[in-house]
């Protein structure tokens, strides 16, 4: 098939189906190009809650029937403890 030229064209011109399919190839070029997205914002870390710290003008409070409990089960065990050690013991007359 001929195409015959209906006016005169210059030579720097070039008909626009070939202009527009160089638009086209560079909206192609365009989109291959992978573009990196930006990271995304660091989180911070979740912090643990403030120790509360009694007022310093009170003094803490020492429980007595606590500690007079534990002296005693303390002694009680050391009681058995001896017993056991020594209950094996052969007395040799």
Same mark, same amino acid.
């Given at each position: 098939m001929i195409i015959v030229p209906t006016h005169k064209?210059?030579?720097t011109e070039a008909p626009e189906h070939v202009e527009e399919q160089g638009e086209q190839e560079e909206q192609e070029?365009?989109?291959e190009v992978k573009v990196k997205k930006p990271r995304a914002? #660091?989180?911070?870390?979740a912090k643990p809650p403030p120790?509360?710290?009694?007022?310093?003008? %009170?003094?803490p409070?020492?429980?007595?029937d606590f500690w007079r409990d534990m002296?005693?089960?303390k #002694?009680?065990?050391e009681k058995a403890e001896t017993r056991a050690r020594y209950a094996?013991?052969? %007395?040799?007359k």
């Open positions: 064209m210059e030579l070029e365009q989109e914002k #660091r989180v911070p870390k120790v509360v710290v009694p007022p310093a003008d %009170i003094p409070r020492a429980d007595a002296l005693i089960t #002694r009680e065990m094996n013991l052969v %007395i040799l």
